[in-house]
Every structure is written in structure tokens, then in C-alpha cells.
């Protein structure tokens, strides 16, 4: 199935992907000197925000681009870019660039709120490995369509504390199993959190066989039948989860807390290191390790994003560049640094960029890249709005 | 010289007393008396300056020749005492009297003329001293040194002894007109209290204008 | 005759100024709050030009109605809102009849303004550190008794119903309704009515409840709408302390502005204008619900003295609030200062396994800019503020000379309205405009916003005082041959000097907690310390955000003490102004 979705995204690219101007990377680069650009990232993390510092200096040096790092969550960046539109700003907004994937991606492009396609002019895009790593080219099984830059790669991971547990279950059968006998000691985020409704995707895949409507548009499916066995599996688990299912938590960042404070056993992160870059900073005990369950755990990939209204696109552009070359693609993927995986093939690398990538330290908690490999798609993003409202209908009363 | 000839204040077009003439030369003092509400503070507040503008007042209101109306107050040279002393708690003894003497004085002046007046009230040594360690009486003393220290033309009395003791007010009403006597001003003495007039004072009495004036 | 009448103006350019001074600070700050409404109630009817709506229809608030949890979030944020109010009124009585007057109330009195200037959310967050499962209090239990080597599975804190909101918000919000009751109470002459009512058989109990009670409320109701409003409205707090599934109504309209899906913005929009009409609601049933409690309260005096002497338990009872409340804002503090300085800590220690200066280090290394763009945000905003509020003051001493105080009340009471209108019902709205007219992202604009905020605050901190000021001061001072000016700087200001700092210090402490102005009208060109803590309590590090807490509390410390010291110092001599 991963074939056949990545030889249609191959045609659609081709299909769809001609550059909006005649501009070329000197062109570009010229432009984008002395601009100053506004990322907005999310600044939660001391370490990324110390990685993206290091970026800017680069750029700064290379480039002569201004780099800001802004410390804003997505939506508060759509929200920006919303108002700007509204008040008719359209061509000096605050936001130049703006990491984010899936949903507000999806609504992002399908308002007209991005720059257009952009990635097809980055050197650096051609490095990345778009054919075994299909969500580069789907996000969230959008279409890219080059509107947005790869930036890393992300996969639904469970931490657990194995001091606690012997065998982390590794299936959504066994994880009701494991509540069962643990009552209290699990949760997940309530969505329309991301990584509760990835978590709700993750269980409805691992429940759905065959799995074929999930990547077809909701409306073409029979959505209460599908999904019949999802919300008797979660009426289940619920009670027997921390605060009997009646508080959740508000994402992956309280979960991991909780797991350092004992108060949940397995919690549950998007990036295959974290567990690792927790142990390394004193955030989660020694005894953490990470698993997957044994049907592969959705997968996806994170990007930056140019908005339609920036007021330095090409400046955004070296930023975007700089972030997918083999320096900093080597230095993000570095436990010590922040450890996230590479959106970059290695076969299209030299000798010397290759080598970059080949001692990095791994961590003791990571698993290795055979176990990883065990990916889900994502359903087809329709299914995410209908599975919050259902969710929340059921669940938040 | 004061004068109040056909003085009278008015609200709302009624006048609140009827009409007053008075003139007093230096050592002159004029005791005014009346019933709560016939328009006595209300006087003293016109004389001084701060008269509320619901009010008006019609009538000579003169001091030294210069008509009092054209003045702001810091300008007329009208000093006055109420019955709390309204010393500034922020400041000491020194800094209270020096803020009635005129500015421009030299340091050495300023601080002759501020011992001199201690000295007098017998209170010498007290200028670093803060307010509120000063008995009631001493803080009269004070208040009236202040008053006197700013060499007004005229002085008002808004009932300057009622907050005191029975002795501690004899001796503190001699006291204040002997020392407003020595500065050579009249002044207007606002009191309920008939024994707080000095023998020889002029007497004036607030009564409600009859209605058809 | 009539030519020895005249009406002298000596200083009618400095009227004219005052006169206008409420009516331009009232425009200066309604007009973001009118066109931010605007801009909100436009969505809520489905026009969005942005996402190519442009028919005004009903349908966002059928969405609205219909949107999951909307009932059952309405009544968690009457248990939380509501309930913190009636709660933090009902401690402030109980502690003002256990307590008023007496030396302790004075030692409380002194150790209110620390507690004041400790931010919402680093309260919740140092609250919820020590009292959930797993927090600090448990683990000492632990430690002490060997119980509980798991955290228990209770809901302590963070309860699906708004308990625990109600109470943190109640906690919070004490300090402030007690702070502003210090302002209200000499003038109550409480010792003199329990002296006089002891001696007509009335307990202290019953003189507070019937005599003085109605009247301090009467005086402290603004603050206390302003609580009722802020209550019901919290965004922040009720993230940390409130239920989920669903959350407060606040939290949940938040959530529809940052949904992914951009055709719930119309939705939010609709719900933070329900919202809004809602807490107008609320507080006028309040003003009405006063008339027959007073005249049930007159009937029940006229009926003569049936009301029983007892001795007081308040005073116990008070004491024992008074203490709880205190600890548990010193031991958050403690917990906060030790999750700094910890590189792993499990339960169940009660101390770090292992500590390192790691987070303070990191963080030291890059609060430069935040910390300098917050002092001069801060500083700017009190000062202005501050100006504008004596200002507005002074012109009511001199409409009260001209027997006309009405009016200025009336205009200056829609400074408040900042106080009683969500942050989420305008601020969208009043960011559309700025950006129209290409005035977001400018300093000017960020401090006008921040100005809407702190203005109201430091007018309820500093009128109280300044309106009971004795103006006769003035006078005396003009009599001996002062001028106007110099008679307000070398007397009157002194001697308001110590409410004055204290007003600036609030104003200071209110700016620093701004978030969302800062975000949406900084449009994220500007760093303060707040942005960088809210960025910092989105991830997951306690450490690094226990350190940016740390930093957010100790601007607003600072000027506290500052507000203390200098008075105290300059007036260590003078005994009179020490007292107050």
C-alpha cells in the first residue's frame, strides 16, 4: 500500500509542482540579504530552542538573513496571519515562517493562507528522501504540493517505565489488558489535542481491518460502523484509566511529567527519541524505554511553512534551505543537541555529509531503526474532524 | 486695613447672611459668631481664596487697598489656623516652620528666624523633632509659628481652640494674640465659644437674612 | 455693586486640562475595547471576510448551542467562577470578623503585598506542584509515614467538576479583596461601631454581618465584580487547575480560536461573545439580588435586638485560614525554588535526587532581552498610567470644589469596563483593527494595550486613598504663599507618596502579567518575561519553567518592596506616616 500511495504522490507532484516565479537560488539569496525573518516555533523546549538559536546564527553568518525565533504555537500563528488577512495586510505580516503539519496545514492551504510552491527552488529539497518517506510528500495525506518544507520526522511512539512494567504491551488489546490490571496508571491526551487524536487514529487503525475506508475521504465510508469498535474499546479503557477517564491531560508534555512523577506508567511522544533526550536531561528516570505496537505506529513528518502575506518569503526560504541541509539535519538528529530523526537520504548525500550522520550517539532508550521501521499512514485527514466531534460528543458532556 | 462693607455671600441667588461692613486697622481683631450653617467657614473660605464656586459673594472685600478678589491664593497674604493643626506629618518641626517663611531667604536667616520663633514659643531645640512625637499643645504652638512665619497681612481663626483641654485652651488663647498683636495684623477670630474672644474685639453675628431683603 | 463681583479663574488652562483628562482616558481606552468587541461580534454573526464569509447569519451561534459540552461546560464555570467568588468574599468576611482590628491584622496587612504580586499562573502552577497525587505535601506524608509509595490515584487537584479551580482562583483572589478592603475600612470606624454595638448587646459576629458588612460591600463592589468577571473568565489558571472534558467556557473558546480548523474561529467567536453577555448578566442579577437582601436586612434590625451573644469561633477559624493560605503560597514558592534547582527528582522523594544550577544557567544566559523589553513595557505603562490616574483624581477634587462629582463617577467607572470584558471577547477583535491600520507589532501599541489593563488597576489601588486625602493640607499649603504646584509636590504628593508607589507597583505587576496583548498586538516581535514563561509551561521541563516563574514573580516583588522600602525610609523619622 505504501507503493501505491507513493507512486500517485510522485504523478500528483509532478502534475502539480511549477515554480509560481522565474526566480532562481541566486536571485533568492540575493533578495535575502539583510531581510529580516520571523519564525514562529513553538519554544517549549530548551533544547530546540537552543538548536534553533545555533540555526540563526548560521544563517546570519552564511547568509546575512536576520533570523527572530518567535516562541509562538501554531495556531497563534494562523490566528496572526487570520487577522492580517482580515484587516487586509496582505503582503507585510508578522509571520515569515512558521513550523507546523497536519491539520493546520490542511486548512492552512485549503484558505489560501500559504506563500504558494516554494520548495522545488531549496538545494537542499532534492536531498530529501521523498521516495521511502512518503509523509514528505503527504502530510497528513495532504498533498504537499511544495507549499511546505520537510523538516523532520516523526513517529507515535509509547515511553514506559520499565522498573514498573516488564513487558509494555504492544498492542491496543493489550494496552486495555495492561489498564486492567493497572488502573489509573495510563492516559492519553483528549483531543482535539495532536497527540490525542493520533493516539484515537493510532487505536482505530490497529481496530479497523481492512483499513482501506480510512484512507478514503469520511463521507465515502460508513463512519459509525467503522468506528463502532473504537468507542467500545475506549468506554472500556476509559474508567480504568488516571482520574477514571473524567480528566485528561492537555498533551504529550503533562504526560511525560506524569510519567516521571509515577502518577501513569506509559505515556506517549512523536518523536522516537524522546525518550532518550529525557533520560540525558533528567526529565524521566533511567529505567524509560520506549515501544510501538507490533502493528507500527502512525508516522509523519514536520515541516516549516512560508504564509501567503510574508513580508521576507526569501529570507524564509534560506531559513527553510539551511534547516533541510546536511549540517543541521546532522546536528538536529544528535541526541545531545535534540535528537530528531532527519527528513534527508542518506544515498543522495556525499561522502563527508554521510559521515556526519553516521556516529551520532542513539541513546539507551531508543529502539533501533529495524523496530521503527513499522509504519502507519495516517487515514485520510477528513477522518480527523469527524473523530474529534465524535469524540467530543461522546467523551466531553 | 481690612474692610468688609455690604459684604454678603450668596447660593443659588439667596444670600446667606445678611449684609456685613467691618474694618479692621493692625491689632484689630473681629470675633464672628453664628449658628452651624449661617455661613462662617464659608466666609473664611472666601477671604482666603478657596471659596467653592456654587457660591459667589458681592460687597468690598479689601486688604492693604488691593480688592482680595483679583488675588489667587498664595497671593493675598492671608493666613490661617483650624482647629486641627494641619501640620505636614512628612516633614519635622524645621521643615514645617520653613515652609511658611518667603523663599529667597538665606540658609543663615532662614535658620535665625526659625530659632527665634522656637525660642519664643518655648520650644527651643525642637526643629529636628518629627510631628508626631509632639504633645496636642506643642503642635498648636507650632501650627500658629508656621502661620505667623509666612508675615501674612491678616489672620483667620476657624475655631483654633476647640480641639484643646480647658486649661491647656486659656493659656494657648493668650498666647496666640499676644504673639498675632506683636506682628502688628488684625485678624478674625470664627468661634462658638464667646469666653475664646479677647476683650475688646469687634462682634459681628450671622443671622439668616430675612426673607424679603 | 456687581463690579466687586467676580468669579476669579487664576488657573482655568490647568481646568480646562483636567477637565478633559477622564473624558480622553476613558476614549484612550474604550476604543480598543469597543472595536475589539466589534471585531468579535462581527464573526459571531458569520461575517469573516478572511474565509470568504461575508452574510451575516445565526448559524455560529447555532453552532455554538450545539458544540460539545457547552451545557456542562457553562455549569463548571459557574461552580468555578462563581464559587471562587462567593468564596473568596465569604474568607474575607470570616477573616475580617475573626480578625479586624487586631495586631495580627496589621502582621497580615504587611505580608499582603508579596502575596499580591505572585502571577495567577505561577500560583496554580506552585499550588498544583504541592497538592496533586504525586505533588510535594504527599511525598512528605510519605516520607514521614512510609504511606502511600504511589502516588494515589485521587483527584486532588485538577477535578473534573471546577472544585479545585474555585478554590485556587478563591486563594488567589483573597489578597486582592482584602487589599482593597484596607482602603474601606478606616473610614467604617469598625472599632468605634463594635464598642457602641457591644454595648446594645449586638456580638461581634452580629455587628459585622448587619452593621458594617453592607457597607464595606457597598465600597469594595467594584473590585469585587472585577473578581466575579476575572473568575468566570480565566483562561490561564483554569488550564492548570481546571477540568477537561470539557474544560471552563474560557478555555473551551480558546481552544475554537486555535482549532486547526479555521470555520470554528466563527464559533469562538460567538461563544466569547455569549460569554461576554453572560458575565454582564451575572453581575447585574448581583446589583439587583442587593435590594431585598438589604431590606431584609433593615427588617430583620427594626425588629429590634434578638440576635444572640455568643463568644466568636471567627477568630480561630480566621486564624487558621489566614495560616493555611499563607503556607501554601510560601510552601509553592519553596516547591517552585526547588524544581529550579533540580536536575531528577521521582516520586516519592521529598527532595531532588540530584540538583544542578543547569536551568538557571541556561536561562540566565538569554533573560537579557525579555527582561529589559518587560522593565520598559512595565515602567512606561505604571508611569503613564499612574500620571493619567492623578490626573483624573485631582479633576475630581476640583469638580467636588465645584459641588460636581457626578459625572466624572460616571465616565470614570467605564475605565473599569477592562476589568469586566473577557480578554478573549476583544482581544481578536482589537488586533484586526490594529493591523489595519498597520500599527501591530509597534511599541506604542503594545504599551496602549498593556495601558487598557493596567490603568483600571492602578485607579482601584490608588482612589481610595487620594479621595480620602484631607484637602485642607492643600489649602494651608497655598495660604502660606505656595503656588499650586509647589503646594501638590512639597505636600501633597509626600503625603500620598506611599499609596501612590503602591499603585505604581500594581500597575507594574499587571503589565508583566499581560499574554495575550503581548502576543497578538506585539504580534510576536516582542519578548517579555511572560511569553517566554507561558512558551516555557507548554513544554514539559519543570525545571526550566519553574526558573522562568521564578524570574516573572520577582519584577513584580521587587516593586513591591520597593513600594514598602522607599516610603519606609524616607519617613523612618516620621512616626505618623508610618502608620496606614
Known sequence: MLKRLLSSAVAFCVLTTSPVWAETWTDILEKAKGQTVYFHAWGGDENINDYIQWAINRVDSLYDVEVQHVKNVAPNAVNQILSEKTAGNDDDGAVDLLWLNGENFANMKSNGLLYGAFTQLLPNY????????????????????????????????????????????????????????NPGRFTYPAPPAFHGTTFVKQILLELTEPSDALYKPVE??????????????????????????????????????????GEILISLSFNPFEASNS??????????????????????????????????????????NFLMSPEAQARKANTDIWGDPTVLAMSKLTATDRARFADLPKGVATLSNEALANVLLEPHASWVEALEKAWLERYSQ | MFILDQYQIHLQGAALFAPLTAQLSSRDVLAIQGPSGSGKSTLLADICGVLNPVFFSTGALTLNDRNLRDLSVDQRNVGILFQDDLLFPHLNVYDNLAFGLPSGLSRDVRDQRIHNALEEAGLTGFAPRDIATLSGGQRSRIALLRTLLSEPDLILLDEPFSKLDQQLRTQFRGWVFEHIAEQNIPSILVTHDPADIPEGSQRLTLNKEPANA | MTSSLSLRRPTSLWSAILAIIPWLTAALFLLPIIVGLLGTWLPAFGYFPALNEHSLSLTPWRQWLAYPGVNSSTVKTLISGLGASFLAL??????????????????????????????????AIGLGFLIAPSGWLLRLVHEATGWVARPPVWSLFQDPYGFSLAVTLALKELPF????????????????????????????????????????YRQIRLPFFAVVAYSLTVVDLALIAGPTTPPTLSVLITRLFNDPDLSLRTVGAAGATALFLGVLLILWALRIVEKPLAWWRNRTLRRGRQITRHTCPERPIAILLVSITGLLYLLGLVVTTLWSLTLRWRYPDWLPESTSLRAWSRITGRIEDPLWCTLQLAGLASLIAIVLVILAL???????????????????????????????????????????????????????????????????????????????????????????????????????????????????????????????????????????????????????????????????????????????????????????
Open chain 1, 126 to 181: 532534492a536531498l530529501v528522501d521523498t521516495e521511502n518517506k512518503p509523509t514528505t510528500l503527504f502530510d497528513f495525506t495532504t498533498p504537499v504540493d511544495n507549499l511546505e518544507a520537510p523538516w523532520g520526522m516523526a513517529q507515535l511512539v509509547f515511553l514506559h517505565d520499565s522498573a514498573e512494567i516488564a513487558e509494555a504491551p504492544t498492542s491496543a488489546a493489550e494496552l486495555l489488558n495492561f489498564a486492567q490490571n
Open chain 1, 220 to 261: 465515502l465510508a460508513d463512519f459509525d460502523a467503522i468506528t463502532e469498535p473504537l468507542w467500545s474499546y475506549l468506554d472500556e479503557l476509559h474508567p480504568l484509566m488516571w482520574r477514571e477517564g473524567k480528566v485528561f491531560t492537555d498533551g504529550a508534555p503533562q504526560m511525560k511529567q506524569l510519567l516521571n512523577d
Open chain 1, 279 to 320: 533520560i540525558a536531561n533528567g526529565e524521566l528516570p533511567n529505567s524509560v524505554r520506549t515501544h510501538i505496537h507490533d502493528s507500527g505506529t502512525i508516522a509523519n513528518t514536520h515541516f516549516v511553512g512560508i504564509p501567503y502575506n510574508a513580508g521576507s518569503p526569501e529570507g524564509a526560504m534560506v531559513f527553510a
Open chain 3, 90 to 123: 465569604a474568607m474575607l468576611l470570616l477573616i475580617l470578623i475573626g480578625l479586624y482590628p487586631s495586631r495580627l491584622f496589621q502582621k497580615i496587612e504587611k505580608a499582603l503585598s508579596p502575596v499580591l504580586s505572585v502571577p495567577h499562573a505561577a500560583f
Open chain 3, 177 to 216: 479583596l482584602l487589599f482593597m478592603s484596607l482602603a474601606v475600612l478606616p473610614s467604617l470606624k469598625v472599632h468605634r461601631t463594635l464598642w457602641l454595638m457591644r454595648g446594645m448587646g449586638y456580638s461581634r459576629r452580629a455587628t459585622w454581618l448587619w452593621m458594617l458588612w453592607p457597607q464595606l
Open chain 3, 394 to 580: 485631582e479633576n475630581e477634587v476640583r469638580l467636588k470644589q465645584m459641588n460636581r462629582p457626578v459625572n466624572t463617577r460616571r465616565v470614570l467607572w467605564l475605565l473599569y469596563l477592562p476589568l469586566v470584558v473577557p480578554q478573549v471577547a476583544f482581544i481578536f477583535g482589537f488586533q484586526v483593527s490594529l493591523i489595519g491600520l498597520r500599527w501591530d507589532g509597534t511599541f506604542p501599541a503594545l504599551l496602549w494595550s498593556h495601558l487598557v489593563f493596567v490603568l483600571p488597576y492602578v485607579f482601584l489601588t490608588l482612589s481610595g486613598p487620594y479621595r480620602r486625602f484631607d484637602e485642607r493640607y492643600a489649602w494651608v499649603a497655598r495660604t502660606l504663599s505656595s503656588g499650586p504646584f509647589t503646594a501638590y509636590w512639597r505636600v501633597k504628593f509626600p503625603m500620598l507618596l506611599r499609596p501612590i508607589l503602591y499603585a505604581v507597583a500594581t500597575g507594574f505587576a499587571v503589565s508583566i502579567a499581560q499574554y495575550l496583548p503581548t502576543l497578538f498586538v506585539g504580534a510576536g516581535r516582542f519578548s517579555t518575561l511572560t511569553t517566554e514563561a507561558v512558551a516555557m509551561a507548554t513544554g514539559s521541563d519543570r525545571r526550566m519553567m519553574a526558573v522562568m516563574a521564578l524570574w516573572q514573580q520577582s519584577l513584580p516583588l521587587v516593586m513591591f518592596a520597593l513600594a514598602t522600602l522607599i516610603p519606609a525610609l524616607y519617613f523612618r523619622n516620621r512616626r505618623e506616616m508610618m502608620q496606614n
